[in-house]
């Protein structure tokens, strides 16, 4: 089961709980226990995510993460974001918390999950982004024909250029040394795989190429140039470490609540 398919069962849970329950006491439930097992457990994952990006800030330029950390990606891969404990949570009687508390509850395993999501994410992009590096001082995009269908006009489609792929059929980022590229690695989307393609050495001249819109397109026209990928890189990133600090706080505001609840039973 997904960590986003375990949030939702445990809210369609408490959901239940509650209509059986019309004026359910605020009373702490039987298995408190439990669920305070199971916020230690995801304290130490998303403590494991802030390690990892305080690293990567120690080893950035002015305490910034440096742009495609691939160390951070593998320590993102490695932190094993947990799932929640269903049994804990099932259990748990959330009806019978304080409203507040059982809505801060729910809304940490719905940002717990935003936060898995992120770092899936952004480990898969790194990984398909370190594939398509390219040599330094080349070009940074590119222009594909597609042949005409339905009789329609051929289309040409932006996209970047990533890797050259040498003799040996496969792709260096260093370059190819004296010897001219057998073909390149070519992509449309900066969150699609990269794609071996041929370069052409005879374009059509003299006539009018449509060309199509692609998400490399928009992002050039939208002022990205060159530095679109750095930028998407950045803003997963902040986006990453942004949920990650609300959720340690969060966290320990639930643990404190949940403990005096423990405390006073």
């Known amino acids: 089961m997904s960590r986003l398919a375990a949030v939702c069962f445990v809210v369609l849970s408490a959901?239940?709980?509650?209509?059986?329950?019309?004026?359910?006491?605020?009373?702490?439930?039987?298995?408190?226990?439990?669920?305070?097992?199971?916020?230690?457990v995801q304290g130490k994952t998303l403590t494991a995510v802030q390690d990892a990006l305080d690293a990567a800030r120690d080893r950035g330029p002015d305490r910034r993460v440096a742009p495609f950390d691939q160390k951070l990606a593998q320590e993102l891969e490695q932190a094993k974001l947990a799932a929640p404990d269903l049994h804990a949570l099932a259990t748990a009687r959330i009806d019978r918390l304080p409203p507040k508390l059982a809505d801060a509850l729910l809304q940490f395993y719905v940002d717990d999950a935003t936060l898995a999501k992120l770092v899936q994410d952004h480990v898969?992009?790194?990984?398909?982004?370190?594939?398509?590096?390219?040599?330094?001082?080349?070009?940074?995009?590119?222009?594909?024909?597609?042949?005409?269908?339905?009789g329609g006009p051929a289309l040409a489609e932006v996209g970047q250029l990533g890797s050259p792929v040498c003799d040996d059929g496969k792709p260096h980022d260093d370059g190819c040394g004296a010897s001219a590229p057998a073909a390149v690695l070519f992509r449309t989307d900066p969150n699609r795989p990269w794609m071996k393609k041929a370069i052409a050495t005879a374009p059509a001249t003299d006539k009018v190429v449509i060309v199509a819109d692609t998400p490399v397109l928009t992002a050039l026209v939208a002022g990205g140039g060159p530095s679109t990928d750095r930028l998407n890189d950045a803003k997963r990133v902040a986006e990453i470490g942004a949920l990650v600090e609300t959720l340690l706080v969060a966290r320990r505001e639930l643990v404190k609540q949940l403990e005096i609840l423990a405390h006073a039973s």
Do not use: M, Y
Not at 132 to 138: D, F, L, Y
């Open 124 to 150: 898969r992009l790194s990984k398909i982004d370190a594939k398509g590096a390219r040599p330094s001082g080349a070009a940074a995009f590119g222009v594909i024909l597609r042949e005409a269908t339905d």
């Open 15 to 40: 959901c239940q709980h509650q209509q059986v329950h019309e004026a359910p006491p605020a009373e702490a439930p039987a298995s408190v226990g439990p669920l305070l097992d199971d916020l230690e």
